[in-house]
């Protein structure tokens, strides 16, 4: 079994800048929010100029990268696919396989509403456009949010093709 010590998240020390002097950390406080990053990579280098060096820490995702990996993981993950957490996640699957037609566009919607605000308490959904594209058979998906500790708005786009392929 794998073991990940997430005391590692902490962003490393700048030793190479001409602002940091030599036993003092530097602590980036721009971030309100981090996350892993999903595809759970090592960082890969640290410093600046020709003086990197590797690192054994794991990459994080910052603030409006964090969010969005955070809903397209809520909207890509099945409900109970993940077995300690079976209500986590979306059911847009079970509309892929219908005729694409702007009921199931509402319902789309709706289902997209509902599990961003179950799941992602770090944002507020302003806005939600799901238009139907029957003669390409897909939605076309529009996600406008807001942040509810930083003060910048974010756009994401959706493409849903029938046959359960979901582009975010």
């Known amino acids: 079994m794998a073991k990940i010590d997430l005391n590692n998240l902490v962003r490393p020390k700048q030793v190479n800048s001409p602002d940091t002097k030599v036993y003092e950390e530097?602590?980036?406080?721009?971030s309100?929010?981090?996350?892993l990053h999903l595809d759970l990579q090592l960082l890969k280098n640290i410093g600046l100029g020709k003086n990197t060096t590797d690192s054994k820490d794991i990459r994080v995702d910052n603030d409006?990268?964090?969010?969005?990996?955070?809903v397209r993981n809520i909207l890509t993950t099945k409900k109970g696919e993940k077995i300690l957490a079976p209500e986590f996640g979306s059911s847009l699957e079970q509309y892929l396989f219908e005729p694409?037609?702007?009921?199931?566009?509402?319902?789309?919607?709706q289902e997209i509403l509902n599990d961003i605000e179950n799941f992602e308490p770090r944002i507020r959904v302003q806005k939600?456009?799901?238009v139907p594209?029957?003669?390409e058979n897909q939605y076309q998906i529009l996600v406008v949010y807001s942040f509810l500790d930083i003060t910048k708005e974010n756009v994401l786009?959706?493409?849903?093709?029938r046959g359960g392929e979901i582009l975010i």
């Open 32 to 35: 309100v929010y981090t996350d």
């Open 157 to 161: 786009n959706i493409l849903a093709l």
């Open 100 to 109: 694409v037609s702007e009921v199931y566009a509402r319902m789309i919607g």
């Open 64 to 70: 409006i990268l964090a969010v969005k990996n955070s």
């Open 133 to 135: 594209q029957p003669d």
């Open 128 to 130: 939600i456009k799901v």
């Open 26 to 30: 530097v602590v980036d406080t721009d």
